[in-house]
C-alpha cells in the first residue's frame, strides 16, 4: 500500500493489557517514519527496475511475508469467505494495493519525494470528499473550506514549469493524486470489514489477492527486467519497501490503534510529509522550493480544518450516546 494510514481496525478481544500512550506514540512514529522514508527506498528502487515492475515486485513481496507471519502464528484460518464476502475483498485489493501502488510507484517515478509526501498526507481530505459524494457524511462549510485549501496547495505545487529531471512534475502528481484518491475508496471500504478480521489476517488476504490482481499488469515488466544490470541500491530499495514499507509499519499500526484514537493517529500524517522532505534533501540532495512550502502549508491546512471539523462532530456523538 501507500504510505497513508490505512483505516482503523477494531477488534474483538474482551481483554487486553493496557500499554502507556507514550509507548504507543513512539509505535505510531516509528510506523509514520518507514511510511516517510519507504519514498527514499522507492526512489532508489526504480533505478533498478521500472514502476509497473516495482509495483509488482513489491506487492507480491509483500504478500509472500504476510503469509509466511499468518501460516507461522499456527492458528486455523477460523472463518470462511461467502461470494460477498469475496467481492469486497477482490475490490478492497483493487483500491488498497494493486491500483494503489501502481499510482503511487507511476506518480513518484514522476516527482519529488517533498511532492510525493505531500500529495501522500492530502488523504484524509480525499476520504471526506468521497465520503461527502456517497453521502456517508455531511459536509459543512468548514469541511468545503479544508478541502479548497488542500487542493489549492496540490495546485500550487503542480502550476509552473517542471524542474530538472523528474523532479516536480505535474504528472506524476496527479498520478499520485488519484493514488490517493482510490486508497480513499479503500478506506471506506474498510471500514464494512475491518471488525471482522484481525490486522495480520486482513493484510494477509488483502496483499494476496491484490498480487493475483497485479499479474496481468505487471508481469510482462517483470519479465523485462534486465536483472544482472539491477544495482544493488535498487536491490536494497525493494526489500525495503517490502519489509519496512508495508509489513512492519501496517504491524505497528495496528498496535498502535488498540490504544490511540482514529483523531491522534491521523495526526501523524502532519509528520510523515517532514520525514520524507528532510530524507529527500539529506540522501537525495532535492532542492526545498518556496513552492513546496507554500503548496505543504496550504495541503496541511486544509488536512487540519477538515480533520478539527470531523472531530468536534465525533465528540459530539459521543456526548450524545452516553445522554
Same mark, same amino acid.
Given at each position: 500500500? /501507500?504510505?497513508?494510514? *490505512?483505516?482503523?481496525?477494531?477488534?474483538?478481544?474482551?481483554? #487486553?493489557?493496557?500499554?502507556?500512550?507514550?509507548?504507543?506514540?513512539?509505535?505510531?512514529?516509528?510506523?509514520?517514519?518507514?511510511?516517510? =522514508?519507504?519514498?527514499?527506498?522507492?526512489?532508489?528502487?526504480?533505478?533498478?527496475?521500472?514502476?509497473?515492475?516495482?509495483?509488482?515486485?513489491?506487492?507480491?513481496?509483500?504478500?509472500?511475508?504476510?503469509?509466511?507471519?499468518?501460516?507461522?502464528?499456527?492458528?486455523?484460518?477460523?472463518? &470462511?469467505?461467502?461470494?460477498?464476502?469475496? &467481492?469486497?475483498?477482490?475490490?478492497?485489493?483493487?483500491?488498497?494495493?494493486?491500483?494503489?501502488?501502481?499510482?503511487?510507484? $507511476? $506518480?513518484?517515478? &514522476?516527482?519529488?519525494?517533498?511532492?510525493?509526501?505531500?500529495?501522500?498526507?492530502?488523504? *484524509?481530505?480525499?476520504?471526506?470528499?468521497? /465520503?461527502?459524494?456517497?453521502?456517508?457524511? @455531511?459536509?459543512?462549510?468548514?469541511?468545503?473550506?479544508?478541502?479548497?485549501?488542500?487542493?489549492?496547495?496540490?495546485?500550487?505545487?503542480?502550476?509552473?514549469? @517542471?524542474?530538472?529531471?523528474?523532479?516536480?512534475?505535474?504528472?506524476?502528481?496527479?498520478?499520485?493524486?488519484?493514488? /490517493?484518491?482510490?486508497?480513499?475508496?479503500?478506506?471506506?471500504?474498510?471500514?464494512?470489514?475491518?471488525?471482522?478480521?484481525?490486522?495480520?489476517?486482513?493484510?494477509?488476504? =488483502?496483499?494476496?489477492?491484490?498480487?493475483?490482481?497485479?499479474?496481468?499488469?505487471?508481469?510482462?515488466?517483470?519479465?523485462?527486467?534486465?536483472?544482472?544490470?539491477?544495482?544493488?541500491?535498487?536491490?536494497? $530499495?525493494?526489500?525495503?519497501?517490502?519489509?519496512?514499507? /508495508?509489513?512492519?509499519?501496517?504491524?505497528?499500526?495496528?498496535?498502535?490503534?488498540?490504544?490511540?484514537?482514529?483523531? #491522534?493517529?491521523?495526526?501523524?500524517?502532519?509528520?510523515? *510529509?517532514?520525514?520524507?522532505?528532510?530524507? $529527500?534533501?539529506?540522501?537525495? @540532495?532535492? #532542492?526545498?522550493?518556496?513552492?513546496?512550502?507554500?503548496?505543504?502549508?496550504?495541503?496541511? @491546512?486544509?488536512?487540519?480544518?477538515?480533520?478539527?471539523? &470531523?472531530?468536534?462532530?465525533?465528540?459530539?456523538?459521543?456526548?450524545?450516546? #452516553?445522554?
Amino acid at each position: 500500500m /501507500s504510505n497513508a494510514a *490505512p483505516a482503523p481496525m477494531q477488534t474483538t478481544e474482551a481483554h #487486553r493489557p493496557r500499554h502507556s500512550h507514550r509507548v504507543m506514540h513512539l509505535i505510531m512514529l516509528l510506523a509514520t517514519f518507514c511510511w516517510a =522514508a519507504n519514498i527514499i527506498a522507492a526512489k532508489e528502487a526504480l533505478t533498478g527496475f521500472g514502476s509497473m515492475a516495482l509495483a509488482a515486485l513489491r506487492i507480491l513481496g509483500a504478500a509472500l511475508v504476510f503469509a509466511l507471519l499468518f501460516l507461522g502464528r499456527g492458528k486455523p484460518l477460523g472463518f &470462511r469467505l461467502t461470494r460477498q464476502h469475496w &467481492r469486497v475483498m477482490i475490490l478492497l485489493a483493487l483500491c488498497g494495493v494493486t491500483f494503489n501502488q501502481i499510482f503511487f510507484i $507511476g $506518480g513518484l517515478a &514522476r516527482t519529488s519525494v517533498a511532492h510525493a509526501g505531500l500529495i501522500v498526507a492530502i488523504g *484524509p481530505v480525499m476520504v471526506l470528499v468521497l /465520503s461527502c459524494l456517497m453521502r456517508l457524511e @455531511a459536509l459543512t462549510v468548514l469541511k468545503f473550506v479544508g478541502m479548497l485549501v488542500s487542493f489549492g496547495g496540490v495546485a500550487v505545487l503542480t502550476t509552473g514549469k @517542471a524542474g530538472q529531471g523528474n523532479a516536480g512534475h505535474w504528472v506524476g502528481d496527479l498520478i499520485l493524486l488519484a493514488g /490517493s484518491a482510490v486508497f480513499a475508496y479503500y478506506t471506506i471500504l474498510m471500514k464494512e470489514v475491518a471488525d471482522q478480521y484481525d490486522a495480520l489476517t486482513l493484510n494477509t488476504l =488483502a496483499f494476496g489477492v491484490g498480487a493475483v490482481l497485479m499479474i496481468p499488469f505487471g508481469t510482462w515488466w517483470v519479465l523485462g527486467v534486465r536483472w544482472v544490470a539491477v544495482p544493488g541500491q535498487a536491490w536494497w $530499495g525493494l526489500a525495503f519497501m517490502i519489509v519496512f514499507g /508495508s509489513v512492519v509499519p501496517y504491524l505497528l499500526f495496528a498496535i498502535a490503534m488498540t490504544e490511540l484514537t482514529a483523531a #491522534r493517529v491521523a495526526a501523524f500524517s502532519y509528520v510523515q *510529509p517532514v520525514i520524507a522532505t528532510g530524507l $529527500g534533501i539529506w540522501l537525495l @540532495a532535492e #532542492r526545498l522550493t518556496v513552492k513546496i512550502v507554500l503548496g505543504g502549508i496550504l495541503i496541511l @491546512a486544509g488536512v487540519y480544518l477538515t480533520e478539527r471539523e &470531523r472531530g468536534e462532530e465525533n465528540k459530539e456523538q459521543e456526548v450524545g450516546n #452516553r445522554k
